[in-house]
C-alpha cells in the first residue's frame, strides 16, 4: 500500500512537472517522499499492535486495552480502577469511582433528579460499551490530530480526559427525558436553568473545534422537544454538566486543592466536552421533517448542516460513532446479555477503517448492526460498507 502510494506520488510529480528544472523535481520529491515516511511510521505504530492486526471478539479487544490507553488517573497515585468488562466491578460503581476519584464526585448530584434516583442499569452498561469502544477507536485506527496529542498544562494526556467526562456524562439525562412529569414548569431552556440551578451558560462559550449550526439550534431545537413533550436529555444533561464543572474547579482553587490540576485553562475543555454532550442527540431532518423543524426555526438544520468529519468536531465524531452502533445497546433490549454480545461479535482495524464480524457460532442478528450504521450516514461523515456479516466503517 505504502509502495503503491509512493509509486503514485512520483508518477504525479514527473507528469506535472515535465517543463520544471531537475532541481525543483527533486525538492517536490524528497518533500512527498518525508510526508509519505511520516504518514507509514504513524500507520506502523498503529498496525504494529497485535490486536489491530487480526479481528478478535470485542471482549478480547477491551481486555487487551492497557490501563493507562482508558484511565486518565492510572499514573497519578490514584488506587487501580477495574475495567468493569474484565472484573467483578459493577457497571454503576465504574461510573461512580471515575468521577469520584477525579475529585469531580459533585457532579454525581444529578442522580438526585432522575426517577429512580439511580443510574438505569441497561444504560450504564451501554455507556461503558461506548467508553471502551470510543478509546479503541482512537489508539488502533489513524483517527488522531493534535487536538487530542496535545498535553493539558500539568502534563496529562488529553484524550483519556476528554473521552471519559465526555462518554460516562452523555446519557445521565436519558431517564429524565423519558419521565412525563420533568417537563412540569418548563416552558424554555431559561425555566431548565432555574428549576436545576444552572448559573454558569455553556451557550455564552464559544468552544474551539466544535459545530457552529448545531449550537446555534440548541435553543430551538430544546423547543421543539419541549412541544413533544420531551426534555431533550442530551441539552440538560450538558448544560448540567459545564455549569457543574465550572463550579467545582472554583471551589478547588478556593480550598486549594493541589492533588490534582484545576487551572482556568480547563474551562475551554469543559466546554468542549459539554457541547458534545449537548448536540450529541440533535437530529438532523430528513425530508419529512423540515415543515416541522421550520416551525422551529431550525432552518439551518436542513440548510447549513453537512455531515461531520473527525477534524469538524473530534469529541462527537468518536461519540456519534459509538453511540450509534454500540453493540450492547442494539441486543440488550432483546434479551442478551453483554458478556454474550460481547464474545459473540468480533472486531479488528486497518488504518482508517473498523471492522465488526459476526462470530461464527453467534446467535445475533447482524442486520440491527448494519441497519444502527445507516442511521450515521446523515450528520456524520462515515463511508459504510457491508455484507450480511460483516460491517466496515471508514472514517474521514
Request: aromatic share 14%; proline share 3%.
Given at each position: ?111 438526585k433528579y432522575m426517577p429512580n434516583q ?78 436545576y440551578s444552572i448559573n454558569n451558560c ?195
Amino acid at each position: 500500500m505504502i509502495t503503491l502510494g509512493i509509486r503514485k506520488s512520483v508518477n504525479a510529480v514527473a507528469t506535472s512537472f515535465v517543463n520544471y528544472s531537475s532541481s525543483t523535481i527533486v525538492v517536490e520529491l524528497e518533500f512527498i517522499c518525508l510526508n509519505i515516511l511520516d504518514k507509514s511510521n504513524k500507520i506502523y505504530d498503529i498496525m504494529s499492535n497485535p490486536q489491530a492486526k487480526k479481528m478478535t471478539t470485542v471482549k478480547e479487544q477491551i481486555s487487551s486495552l492497557k490501563q493507562s490507553d482508558w484511565d486518565y488517573y492510572a499514573d497519578i497515585g490514584n488506587k487501580e480502577l477495574k475495567n468493569p468488562f474484565t472484573s467483578r466491578l459493577s457497571h454503576k460503581n465504574f461510573v461512580k469511582k471515575y468521577f469520584k476519584r477525579s475529585g469531580k464526585n459533585d457532579v454525581l448530584d444529578f442522580i438526585k433528579y432522575m426517577p429512580n434516583q439511580e443510574l438505569n442499569n441497561n444504560r450504564i452498561k451501554h455507556t461503558n460499551s461506548i467508553f471502551f469502544l470510543g478509546v479503541l477507536i482512537y489508539n488502533r485506527t489513524n483517527l488522531q490530530s493534535d487536538f487530542f496529542d496535545n498535553l493539558n498544562t500539568a502534563e496529562y494526556r488529553r484524550f483519556p480526559f476528554l473521552w471519559f467526562l465526555t462518554c460516562l456524562f452523555h446519557d445521565f439525562g436519558f431517564d429524565i427525558e423519558k419521565d412525563s412529569k420533568a417537563i412540569n414548569g418548563i416552558k424554555n431552556l431559561s425555566d431548565l436553568k432555574n428549576k436545576y440551578s444552572i448559573n454558569n451558560c455553556l451557550l455564552k462559550t464559544k468552544p474551539k473545534e466544535t459545530n457552529k449550526v448545531l449550537i446555534s439550534s440548541i435553543e430551538n431545537y430544546f423547543k421543539y422537544r419541549l412541544n413533544n413533550s420531551k426534555i431533550d436529555h442530551g441539552i440538560f444533561a450538558g448544560l448540567y454538566f459545564y455549569d457543574s464543572l465550572l463550579k467545582i474547579r472554583k471551589r478547588k482553587i478556593l480550598n486549594n486543592e493541589t492533588t490534582l490540576f484545576w487551572g482556568k485553562e480547563l474551562e475551554e475543555q469543559y466546554a468542549q466536552v459539554a457541547t458534545a454532550i449537548c448536540v450529541h442527540n440533535i437530529g438532523i431532518p430528513e425530508k419529512k421533517d423540515f415543515k416541522e423543524y421550520k416551525k422551529y426555526n431550525l432552518d439551518k438544520l436542513i440548510t447549513d448542516f453537512k455531515p461531520l468529519k473527525f477534524k469538524d468536531f473530534p469529541l462527537l465524531y468518536i461519540l456519534g460513532i459509538v453511540d450509534t452502533i454500540d453493540p450492547i445497546k442494539t441486543y440488550i433490549r432483546f434479551g442478551f446479555r453483554p458478556k454474550e454480545i460481547l464474545e459473540s461479535l468480533e472486531m479488528g482495524f486497518n488504518e482508517n477503517k473498523v471492522i465488526f464480524r459476526n462470530g461464527k457460532n453467534s446467535k445475533l442478528n447482524f442486520k440491527k448492526m448494519i441497519e444502527n450504521a445507516d442511521r450515521l450516514k446523515n450528520w456524520l461523515n462515515v463511508k459504510i460498507e457491508h455484507t450480511d456479516s460483516e460491517l466496515y466503517l471508514i472514517l474521514r
